[in-house]
């Protein structure tokens, strides 16, 4: 195999599994926080301004792993 073959490959498992785990997180994130409003509807407020901070930490970590993927891509 030549060395674009492998680093097609490395760039495609590195933004796969990057963004696997973070979908997996956002969704049981969703899912919980949806529990917890749906339990105690007044802290709602508090509930959704603590899922959109974790959320957007777990996001952070899916553009991390686009980033790797890019550069083992391009470089």
Do not use: H
């Amino acid at each position: 195999m030549e060395q674009d073959t492998f680093k097609n490959l490395a760039s495609a498992l590195a933004i796969g599994l990057g963004a696997l785990g973070p979908g997996l997180g956002v969704g049981i994130l969703a899912a919980k926080a949806m529990e917890a409003i749906g339990r105690n509807p007044e802290a709602a407020p508090k509930v959704q301004t603590a899922m959109i901070l974790a959320i957007a930490f777990a996001e952070a970590i899916a553009i991390y792993a686009l980033v790797v993927a890019l550069i083992i891509k391009f470089v």
